[in-house]
């Protein structure tokens, strides 16, 4: 029997097509590559192809014809050569089978190769930088555990046009060399550890259609050359460590159909222009710190599917052209300060539209949840917490307050036993959505907001189910848990005000416990307690060592107007494709809330009102007793003056108490004494880790210690050079002020400048002239000093061929001659700034005037150094 079979090639070519011979030995593959594939199986752990058939005979072993989904066994040959008598291997795909040895650096062996799918396995290691000589098409390496950085040898793959890297642990700065990828049409590198700023070079890529970079540790702002990518239909940005403002140029981005950027820093900035993308199906910039109005034209996009505009600062109303919108099935405005009133075609379109925590008018619309409509917290006076929402108004509280609340999430009523007896959690069952406020029959609700992207379903879930049971303490409380793509809210109500004790109860049931691509997953998200973020990237299975285990984190929280805020948020950070994708977000199993405090009963005999105030005013006077005796002692205002300048100054400096100084100077010892100055004595110490350090103390009997201490820190801060001292922090403690400095063995800034050759520090011209701004005693001194830096040569020591007694006489001589540049030290070379030099050189003239009376002010040479005011002339 002889026939010819055409199979199309995912992610090599959409053209071409390869023929395949069968029967009678009329094709065969070549030993050498037999003999690669043979090497490639060991390397890769894949122990089931079938060596005793022909690799391109498309039999069982070589090619799954029904594959399970997200499973693919598949190796394509291309038997096209000498005549249709000799093949090829041009596509190895092994999707889903769990492989755990390492990537192969014998595909270079297969000379033909140009697809390499390994998605979803176990593998680890290296990308080899072998693969760098190949004539690659598609890499899929989505789902392992790879790590190390990207091997610049990639970028010699000019026929690469598909590089898919999700959800490994590889790292490092991207190379340059991936700029000279000319045909890439695909980038996605999402859930890995890269760093550093995004290369210039891949401005180049301008065949770019897809690139995605989410949850990274990269730094910089989003890049200008963006707008090179003309062809990008998509882009993700979320969670990458990358800052604002979003470059004005990404309007040149017409063809874009999915844009989602989130989660950056920066300054605030307004809507970016994007008027021109008519295509656009999933808009997200969500947590970008926006401002200002939304744009009327975002109603206008015909083919929005998903509009995410939460978590910013837009005001103004909602524009009306969002009723435009026909084919959106997801509309979220969460969290901003939009105005005006909840209008009618908000409530009856048949979208999900999360209109919670801003500042509409509700009107006649009293309930917190209409329709697919969540309306929570629509109203400014919820801002605050106080107490139960407007929405809620035919809430009402039970006679008698709460002082706990227990909350199964997503699971049924479970009642577990403790140490103080045993507490029923109740019920949370209800199915969620994506934009979803639930009241339950209890003090408490939740607030829902997302649905899951790229899922591919139809409907979503919001419960998690463990299917198998799990093993450990009190498993009932952690087969389910209520799962959220951006954000969930829980709210508990009717509390007394006081202190509470929050815990949460945590377990990962989605990600399995063992060596197979399911375990790979990372989820992470934030948690806020009333508006305070208290934990950042919580990530539960590194918090419980492992998946199927429990782990509880206690908080403590303050309710101050009857109500209780718990907040999960999903920051875009964590992998989104393991085990398939749409599997990411907050994942919470159980809340519990405990009061710190006795509540208050009816029963109790009250306090009549004289004797109430008659104990407050005792205590009163106590306290005014005990506030003048520290003042008069000098602990209070030294403090507030101290704080207040503290805080102008906005130091980022480490704090040290006053037993760790002690303890590392053996209390002040004298042996420890190396210096004395105005501002009080200077001593070594030695702290519990070995930092060997220099402690300056303020004289307690200074008048001008505070000033002085404030000034130094401001100076020293400002001074950070690695040939500078380097200030460790400081301790204000009762009446100590102390500075904890680097220990230098006998050094100084004279010997820093002017010390044997081999120890003389290399300070730039950028570091000297800090050096002038900062060094400020008396002004003729500083005048001094500031010479000897711009010359780098000692005032006292100068011995030159004229007839000047020192370095000041030389400088006055070089002036009246026009030639004070030449005074600059002749090691800079040409590396400085002239006219900083010069201005440098005159306000240092101007300081040693012989007439004291014509000497600047030291603010007036700080203002002229720093360019604020013109420099006065000499005279």
């Known amino acids: 029997m002889h026939f010819r079979a055409k199979r199309q090639v995912f992610g090599v070519s959409n053209q071409l097509r390869y023929s395949l011979e069968f029967g009678s030995g009329a094709t065969q593959l070549l030993d050498e590559e037999v003999g690669a594939l043979r090497e490639i199986a060991k390397t890769l752990g894949k122990e089931n192809w079938n060596f005793s058939g022909d690799p391109c005979s498309r039999e069982w072993g070589w090619v799954d014809p029904t594959p399970l989904k997200g499973f693919e066994n598949a190796v394509t040959c291309n038997c096209s050569y000498q005549n249709n008598t000799v093949c090829h291997v041009v596509s190895i795909i092994l999707k889903g089978h769990n492989l755990q040895g390492v990537l192969p650096p014998e595909l270079v062996k297969l000379p033909y190769l140009q697809e390499i799918d390994l998605t979803r396995n176990y593998l680890n290691g290296t990308i080899p930088a072998e693969w760098g000589s190949m004539q690659l098409v598609n890499i899929s390496l989505i789902g392992n555990r790879l790590t190390g950085p990207i091997p610049k040898q990639l970028g010699n793959i000019t026929t690469l046009r598909k590089l898919t890297l999700e959800a490994n642990q590889l790292s490092g700065p991207l190379p340059p060399e991936l700029g000279n990828l000319v045909k890439i049409e695909r980038i996605l590198i999402s859930s890995n550890a890269f760093s550093g700023e995004l290369p210039m070079t891949l401005a180049k890529l301008t065949n770019l259609k897809d690139f995605r970079i989410s949850d990274n540790h ?119 300060l939009l105005t005006g009133a909840v209008t009618d075609w908000m409530l009856k379109r048949g979208d999900n539209i999360d209109l919670s925590y801003n500042n509409f008018t509700m009107g006649s619309y009293g309930q917190c949840q209409q329709g697919n409509v969540n309306l929570f917290g629509s109203s400014s006076t919820v801002k605050n917490l106080s107490g139960p929402a407007p929405c809620l108004k035919n809430f009402r509280c039970p006679k008698s307050l709460l002082s706990s609340l227990h909350i199964n999430c997503g699971g049924k009523e479970v009642t577990i036993s403790g140490v103080n007896g045993s507490t029923a959690f109740s019920e949370d069952q209800d199915s969620g959505g994506a934009s979803k406020f639930d009241l339950s029959t209890e003090n408490w609700g939740f607030s829902s907001t997302g649905n899951f992207l790229d899922n591919h379903q139809d409907s979503d879930n919001y419960i998690a189910l463990n299917k198998s049971r799990l093993t450990m303490p009190d498993f009932d409380l952690y087969s389910s848990a209520r799962l959220s793509p951006l954000s969930l809210t829980y709210y508990g109500l009717c509390l007394w005000n006081g202190n509470y004790t929050v815990e949460l109860h945590f377990a990962e049931i989605m990600f399995t416990d063992d060596k197979t691509y399911s375990s790979l997953g990372k989820r992470i998200f934030d948690i806020y307690i009333q508006g305070k973020l208290v934990l950042k990237d919580f990530n539960i299975e590194n918090e419980a060592g492992g998946t199927q285990r429990a782990v509880v984190k206690n908080f403590t929280a303050i309710v101050t107007t009857n109500t209780l805020e718990i907040r999960f948020y999903w920051a875009g950070k964590g992998t989104q494709s393991i085990p398939v994708r749409g599997t990411y977000g907050p994942l919470i199993s159980a809340i519990s809330v405990d009061s710190d405090f006795i509540p208050p009963s009816e029963g109790e005999k009250k306090i009549s009102a004289s004797i109430v105030i008659g104990i407050v005013a005792s205590v009163i006077c106590v306290i005014f007793l005990i506030l003048g005796i520290l003042w008069r002692k000098g602990y209070l205002g030294r403090k507030s003056t101290m704080d207040e300048d503290m ?148 005032n006292s020591n100068y011995r030159p061929k004229e007839d000047c007694a020192n370095l000041l006489d030389w400088a006055y001589s070089q002036q009246v001659r026009g030639s004070l540049i030449e005074l600059v030290d002749p090691k800079l070379g040409s590396e400085f700034n002239k006219e900083e030099a010069m201005g440098m050189l005159t306000v240092a003239l101007l300081c040693t005037n012989a007439s004291p009376t014509l000497r600047p002010s030291m603010s007036a040479v700080v203002s002229m150094l720093e360019g604020r005011t013109v420099i006065q002339n000499l005279t």
């Open 218 to 336: 990269f730094s910089g702002k989003i890049p200008d050359f963006i707008q090179n990518w003309t062809q990008l239909e998509k882009i993700a940005i979320q969670g990458s460590g990358l800052e604002g403002p979003i470059p004005f140029g990404i309007s040149s981005l017409e063809k874009l159909t999915d844009l989602r950027i989130s989660d950056i820093n920066g300054t605030s900035s307004d809507f970016p222009p994007l008027s021109n993308m008519k295509s656009m199906k999933t808009l997200i910039l969500r947590n970008c710190n926006l401002t200002g109005p939304i744009p009327a034209y975002v109603g206008t996009m015909a083919k929005l599917k998903t509009l995410d505009l939460s978590f910013n600062k837009f005001v103004g109303q909602a524009p009306s052209t969002v009723d435009n919108l026909s084919k959106s099935n997801f509309i979220y405005f969460t969290n901003n």
């Open 647 to 794: 805080r102008r100054l906005d130091l980022q400096t480490g704090s040290f108490t006053l037993r760790q100084i002690k303890a590392a100077t053996n209390n002040f010892d004298v042996a420890n004494k190396i210096g004395e100055g105005g501002f009080g004595p200077v001593y070594k110490g030695l702290l519990s880790d070995g930092t060997v350090i220099a402690v300056k103390q303020l004289s307690s009997k200074s008048k001008q210690g505070n000033r002085e201490f404030v000034n130094e820190l401001g100076m020293i801060t400002a001074l950070q050079h690695p040939n500078l001292v380097k200030l460790y922090g400081c301790c204000i403690e009762g009446n100590q002020l102390l500075l904890v400095y680097e220990y230098m063995e006998n050094n100084s800034l004279a010997r820093s400048l002017f010390g044997p050759e081999e120890q003389q520090l290399k300070l730039d011209w950028p570091t000297r002239h800090r050096i002038c701004v900062g060094v400020a005693r008396d002004v003729y001194s500083f005048g001094i000093v500031a010479l000897e830096i711009v010359c780098g040569m000692r």
